[in-house]
């Protein structure tokens, strides 16, 4: 079956990279993706990797995949405190319905 | 456009009564998501529909829940005989035919006395 593990808490400090890992089971994945969802507010789309890559780059956000490992990381550079939020990393086949994990908190300290 | 509405934004009901809920996706996507959300968790699936035909129903969609879109365009989730398990976020999102993700809405927190 389908299962989309993260840790629940990270902590850094305003400036500094926050990297957040993902690991999923289904190696039939195709689009990997990271998800921001901030306080009352539905899920936004922050980025995605098909599975037959292994880095994408957009601005401060940089995922890297590791499909031998089924890891998934998303790492955001100098790390501000309108990026404390749940990301939500999400697998799909083919664009039929996601599977999420479970989210993780990430807190910026000034 | 506005993007993904949902409303009513929150509800309280009493146990054992039914709800509904709506969603208006964004006009030009043909594809239509119910996730639900309990806290601390991730979104789980519920259901999808493609124009107007229910694709796929998650084993979570009890026979308490239904789901109907019927001209392809908004869409109903209707909870009959509401128990306090259901309370919860419910999360609609839409997507045009080939996407790489979807645009959600902010969702129907429901809240079952």
């Known amino acids: 079956g389908e299962d989309v593990e993260q840790s629940l808490f990270l902590s850094v400090r305003e400036g500094d990279s926050s990297v957040i890992n993902c690991t999923y089971t289904?190696?039939?994945?195709?689009?990997l993706y990271w998800y921001k969802q901030e306080p009352g507010a539905g899920l936004q789309l922050l980025t995605y990797?098909?599975?037959?890559?292994d880095m994408k780059q957009d601005q401060r956000l940089t995922v890297l995949l590791n499909k031998k490992d089924k890891h998934l990381s998303l790492r955001i550079a100098d790390t501000q405190t309108g990026d404390s939020a749940i990301y939500f990393c999400a697998e799909s086949i083919l664009f039929q319905n996601f599977v999420f994990g479970p989210g993780t908190r990430l807190s910026v300290l000034p | 456009d506005t993007g993904v509405s949902q409303n009513p934004r929150h509800k309280i009901t009493k146990r054992g009564q039914n709800v509904t809920f709506r969603c208006d996706p964004i006009s030009e996507h043909n594809r239509l998501y119910w996730y639900r959300q309990t806290l601390g968790q991730g979104p789980e699936f519920l259901t999808y529909?493609?124009?107007?035909?229910?694709?796929?129903k998650s084993r979570l969609l009890s026979d308490r829940f239904s789901a109907e879109r019927p001209k392809g365009s908004f869409s109903t989730l209707e909870i009959q005989r509401t128990e306090q398990g259901d309370s919860a976020m419910y999360l609609c999102?839409?997507?045009?035919?080939?996407?790489?993700?979807?645009?959600f809405g902010s969702g129907t927190r429901l809240t079952v006395v």
């Open positions: 999102a839409s997507s045009p035919p080939v996407s790489y993700g979807y645009t």
């Open positions: 289904d190696s039939s994945s195709t689009y």
């Open positions: 529909f493609q124009n107007e035909a229910q694709l796929e």
């Open positions: 990797i098909f599975s037959n890559m």
